[in-house]
């Protein structure tokens, strides 16, 4: 089966630092989607992991780790624009089907 | 930029009624998607395309079918539609089989089935 699970909602102040954490089981592995997604808009792509380890684009992070099926997303000094749904996705077989979690609500406060 | 536009942002239609929703995406992207979003269950694929007149069912594709007759538009099709068929609908395109292939997403439809 397949199975993506994320925190349904966390919060975090301005300035501050967020780990958002995906945990998958899939039949299949080709790779890990993070998205962010604003109320009412499109998701738009942040970042993309197939092997392990850490990646860095500007204030955010994306890590994964095949062995435990784990990835999680880094956001740093936070703003209030980062208020937003982030959601993992995984590829789950060879073509480019992707499996989403159901996403966490991320909530930056003043 | 790669641009995936949809025909409707909001569409409101009355249960037993045959709805259209348009896809269209300029960048010459083979793979074409359609997913519905619902709170708490996240985004769900109902079909996809990977060529011209080439589907494939995605995890829920009941109560729904797809026309895809040229590469840059993708049609999803809710032949009868029903109130359970509420919801935001949101098309995707990717280019490739392989790699890092985002998905570039539209602004989705909000359908409500009255």
């Known amino acids: 089966g397949q199975n993506i699970d994320q925190p349904t909602e966390m919060t975090a102040t301005e300035g501050a630092i967020v780990q958002i954490n995906c945990t998958y089981q899939t039949s299949g592995f080709n790779g890990l989607f993070w998205y962010q997604q604003h109320a009412g808009e499109a998701p738009t792509f942040l970042s993309y992991?197939?092997?392990?380890g850490l990646e860095e684009k500007g204030r955010f992070s994306s890590f994964l780790s095949r062995s435990k099926g784990y990835s999680y997303l880094l956001l740093k000094e936070l703003q209030m624009k980062d208020s937003a749904s982030y959601l993992c996705a995984v590829i789950d077989t060879g073509f480019q089907k992707l499996v989403f979690g159901t996403g966490t609500r991320l909530l930056v406060s003043p | 930029d790669v641009k995936v536009t949809q025909s409707s942002r909001y569409l409101v239609k009355r249960t037993g009624e045959k709805v259209f929703l348009e896809c269209v995406q300029d960048m010459d992207h083979e793979n074409m998607f359609w997913y519905r979003q619902d709170p708490g269950l996240g985004l769900r694929l109902i079909y996809f395309?990977?060529?011209?007149?080439?589907?494939e069912k995605g995890d829920i594709p009941e109560g729904y079918s797809v026309s895809r007759e040229k590469k840059e538009r993708f049609s999803l099709i809710l032949e009868s539609a029903s109130t359970n068929q509420t919801s935001m609908y949101l098309c995707?395109?990717?280019?490739?089989?392989?790699?890092?292939?985002?998905?570039?997403f539209g602004p989705g439809t909000r359908l409500t089935v009255l």
């Open positions: 395309s990977y060529d011209v007149k080439m589907k």
């Open positions: 995707a395109s990717s280019s490739g089989t392989g790699g890092m292939n985002e998905q570039f």
């Open positions: 992991n197939v092997l392990d």
